[in-house]
């Protein structure tokens, strides 16, 4: 029972253009959301978070959006550079619980 | 370098072998997680810590997997008789408490053979 899905195996954008993520979530418990960045050969890295009470967080270059009648949280990266080239993984939680619920990770080229 | 360290990073064993992986936390972080991660999936969670208290196990914790966290610093996973579906990255993490970010070490990457 995948709880957290991230559909897109792989992604490849343009160096400079906007890098979309998607996340879709079926645990409607879930009200912490992350996202981590991962490089091979090392662990995940934090990159931003957003809470079910809000429906955007921004960091820098980073934007959270989440969607919560739709279960839906996006990553916005803009503009893309090459070193955002990773792949991405998105990981929930609910309030009380302490383990991450993490989806299956998108591959993110970005493209000189 | 204050994050989290994992020892060693790199495991090779036979099937049938005990091993055991050694995470240090970030200082004066009070939660301390083990994820697993195979390839092509997201980290897994096995099991967390609140100092030197295991508070909650995942049903992938079988019997043969064993964390101790003695003095509610460093934490020790022990796989006993090791299988061939033991084979993947061991991932250690820790935060300063509840609901805050969890922040993971480099990784044990186990090969059973």
């Known amino acids: 029972d995948q709880q957290v899905k991230q559909n897109s195996p792989s992604l490849s954008v343009q160096e400079g253009r906007i890098s979309i993520l998607n996340c879709d979530y079926t645990n409607s418990m879930f009200d912490y959301f992350l996202w981590y960045k991962k490089y091979p050969a090392e662990g995940p890295t934090f990159l931003i978070s957003?809470?079910?009470?809000?429906d955007k967080n921004e960091d820098g270059r980073f934007t959270v959006f989440l969607n919560k009648s739709a279960k839906h949280l996006s990553l916005h990266i803009v503009p893309s550079q090459p070193g955002d080239s990773a792949v991405y993984f998105c990981?929930?939680?609910?309030?009380?619980?302490?383990?991450?619920?993490f989806g299956t990770g998108t591959r993110l080229t970005i493209i000189p | 370098d204050t994050g989290v360290s994992q020892d060693p990073r790199h495991k090779i064993t036979k099937r049938g072998q005990n091993v055991t992986f050694r995470c240090d936390p970030i200082s004066e972080h009070n939660r301390l997680y083990w994820y697993r991660q195979t390839l092509g999936q997201g980290p897994e969670f096995l099991t967390y810590f609140q100092n030197e208290a295991q508070l909650e196990k995942s049903r992938l914790l079988s019997d043969r997997f064993s964390a101790e966290r003695p003095k509610g610093s460093f934490s020790t996973l022990e796989i006993q008789r090791t299988e061939q579906g033991d084979s993947a990255m061991y991932l250690c993490a820790s935060s300063r408490d509840s609901q805050e970010t969890q922040y993971f070490g480099p990784g044990t990457r186990l090969l059973v053979l």
């Open positions: 990981a929930a939680s609910v309030t009380g619980n302490e383990k991450l619920t």
């Open positions: 957003i809470s079910s009470i809000k």
